[in-house]
């Protein structure tokens, strides 16, 4: 059974830095896409983009391009998602997902991160 | 606000049918399959829909997308009390490397 779990919760205040993890199980870690995608309290749902942790290739969404970096441990089979100076806009809940292999749907998710910045 | 557009909400009563449509443009729907996530309260979404209409393993026959030029819909027959939850569409965008989504339809069991 395929399973993403996330690290918990996290408080921070803005300017300060974060890694918020996803650890894989249950499926060839290397050889599927992880989506990050996130989720303002009560809002819909936006992508930040994707990791393929065979060659370590981050695929960013421009508006988040300088302000997150993917990145992961194969020997864990975990993903991270990382800030170095976080803002108030960034309290969400961060969810990873599986990309399938055959399109580009998200078939595996976790269960979500929620992160909150706030003085 | 998304690319895709979704009413903000739907309603139906146990039993009956609901569709939940979905509009876009030829640079999205009109170019990709079409993907149905469901968000129950509280929890993580999951995938109810892909390629425009087909079930993942596990999801009722009871859930049925389709997909016609630039819009989609998510049907959902024999409405139970435990369907009610967010229903987000969505595709694939090389410019954003992930998802678009729309903006979710709230679904209501009364």
């Known amino acids: 059974e395929v399973q993403l779990v996330q690290s918990g919760a996290e408080v921070r205040n803005p300017g300060e830095s974060l890694r918020i993890s996803c650890e894989v199980s249950?499926?060839?870690?290397?050889?599927?896409?992880i989506a990050w995608v996130r989720q303002v309290p009560g809002k819909g749902l936006e992508s930040l983009g994707l990791?393929?942790?065979?060659?370590?290739?981050?695929k960013y969404n421009p508006s988040f391009r300088l302000h997150v970096t993917f990145s992961a441990d194969r020997s864990t089979n975990t993903a991270f998602l990382q800030w170095t100076s976080l803002q108030a806009s960034d309290t969400a809940i961060y969810y990873c997902?599986?990309?399938?292999?055959?399109?580009?749907?998200?078939?595996?998710w976790g269960q979500g991160t929620l992160v909150t910045v706030s003085p | 606000q998304s690319l895709l557009t979704q009413p903000p909400s739907a309603s139906g009563t146990p039993g009956q049918s609901v569709t939940i449509s979905c509009s876009g443009a030829n640079s999205n729907i009109g170019r990709n399959s079409v993907n149905w996530y469901r968000q129950l309260p509280g929890t993580a979404p999951n995938l109810l829909i892909y390629s425009d209409n087909r079930r993942p393993s596990g999801v009722p026959d009871r859930f049925s997308g389709s997909k016609s030029g630039t819009s989609a819909s998510l049907a959902i027959s024999a409405l139970q009390s435990e369907d009610e939850a967010d229903y987000y569409c969505?595709?694939?965008?090389?410019?954003?490397?992930?998802?678009?989504f729309g903006g979710g339809t709230k679904l209501t069991v009364l």
């Open positions: 249950g499926s060839n870690f290397g050889s599927h896409f």
């Open positions: 997902a599986r990309q399938a292999h055959d399109g580009h749907h998200l078939d595996f």
């Open positions: 990791f393929y942790p065979g060659d370590f290739d981050a």
């Open positions: 969505a595709v694939w965008s090389d410019a954003l490397n992930g998802q678009i």
